[in-house]
């Protein structure tokens, strides 16, 4: 590696510092509002992420910088969230006079006119660049959510949605290996099993008809 590309890593390093937070959370300290963070444990917070009330992070589920969380959200373990992603569980007043919630209007009481629904994302899974997710929608395990996407309803487990607002494309498996996944629960094991489970990790799912054969070492 040339001098020059050492300096300019160095310099990017010292530029984006992080620090530790409980059991091997990563945060960058360009992030704001660490402390309405409950972390699983094994999290990664990059820089540019905002968490504007109660969220908790499942275990070794990492974000993406510009991540945006504007109320209560609960995601999974092991899930992957990719960069200027926005999670937004509150609403303005739209039945009243007016939708402007501002402390510059009667120092902003009007904000107790604001509606919100608790965005829940289950576990393994991935949220593509530039998603929003709207107030009250529920993730199944396993979903995609396409870049781009506008989440407004909620999505199946297994189940790849896309569009604004986003509609299912497809299911990634069968229904019997989506059957199969949700009763293994992969994500609950303790490491030993999930190394046990390598071989079907790296298995194409939808050449088998069923994932039983792999867990055979389990038993």
Request: hydrophobic share 40%.
């Amino acid at each position: 590696m040339a001098l020059s590309d050492k300096i300019r890593r160095f310099l990017q390093r010292i530029s984006k510092p992080t620090y530790t937070v409980g059991k091997g959370n990563q945060v960058s300290f360009w992030t704001t509002g660490v402390h309405h963070v409950q972390f699983g444990g094994g999290n990664l917070i990059p820089e540019n992420c905002a968490f504007a009330d109660k969220t908790l992070l499942g275990f070794r589920t990492t974000l993406g910088t510009n991540n945006y969380f504007g109320g209560k959200a609960i995601l999974g373990k092991y899930c992957q969230i990719g960069r200027d992603v926005a999670f937004h569980s509150t609403n303005h007043p739209i039945s009243h006079l007016t939708t402007y919630i501002n402390r510059q209007l009667f120092n902003g009481e009007l904000k107790a006119l604001k509606t919100e629904q608790p965005i829940r994302i289950g576990n393994d899974v991935w949220v593509g660049h530039g998603v929003i997710v709207l107030a009250g929608v529920e993730v199944g395990d396993g979903a995609i959510l396409a870049a781009g996407s506008v989440v407004t309803q909620n999505v199946e487990p297994y189940t790849i949605v896309a569009g604004n607002p986003a509609k299912p494309l497809r299911k990634r498996f069968s229904d019997k290996i989506i059957g199969e996944l949700l009763l293994l629960k992969w994500w609950d094991l303790p490491e030993d099993q999930i190394l046990k489970l390598k071989p079907l990790f790296f298995q194409t799912l939808d050449e088998v008809q069923s994932i039983q054969d792999f867990l055979i070492p389990l038993k």
